[in-house]
């Protein structure tokens, strides 16, 4: 038995594929991944990437809310001033009607 499992061991170390898929089976219940520390340093710049994006993505997201917001005061703005023209218009034909009469 122990003659089984050096030549198993042997056969593992020396093909790099199946120690990979002996690892595998052996680590399905760990809530863990081991990493190189290339790998990890290049996960820890990207997160710092994130952290910066997700900053800038709030900034323009204020950006664009105070937009919107000068938007709809320039419409509401811009409605007035259509009203009080209407008004005048009218206001100025039915004077021209009133002193057309007399």
Same mark, same amino acid.
């Given at each position: 038995? &122990?003659?089984?499992?050096? /030549? ?6 020396? =093909?790099? @594929? ?7 089976? $052996?680590?399905? +219940? *760990? $809530?863990?991944?081991?990493? /190189? %520390?290339? /790998?990890?340093?290049? %996960? =820890? ?5 994130? @952290?910066? %994006?997700? !900053? ?5 997201? !204020?950006?664009? =809310?105070?937009?919107? /917001? &000068?938007?709809? $005061?320039? &419409? +509401?703005?811009? *409605?007035? #001033?259509? *009203? @009080?023209? &209407?008004?005048?218009? !009218?206001? =100025?034909?039915?004077?021209? +009607?009133? #002193?057309?009469?007399?």
């Amino acid at each position: 038995m &122990e003659k089984f499992l050096y /030549s198993k061991l042997a056969i593992l170390l020396t =093909s790099p @594929v199946l120690f990979l898929l002996f690892q595998q089976e $052996n680590c399905t +219940n *760990k $809530n863990y991944v081991q990493i /190189s %520390m290339e /790998s990890y340093a290049r %996960m =820890s710049g990207l997160d710092d990437q994130v @952290v910066n %994006m997700e !900053s800038q993505v709030k900034d323009l997201e !204020s950006k664009l =809310s105070a937009a919107y /917001s &000068e938007l709809d $005061n320039k &419409e +509401n703005l811009v *409605k007035q #001033h259509a *009203k @009080v023209a &209407e008004e005048a218009v !009218s206001g =100025s034909t039915y004077c021209m +009607n009133v #002193h057309k009469l007399k």
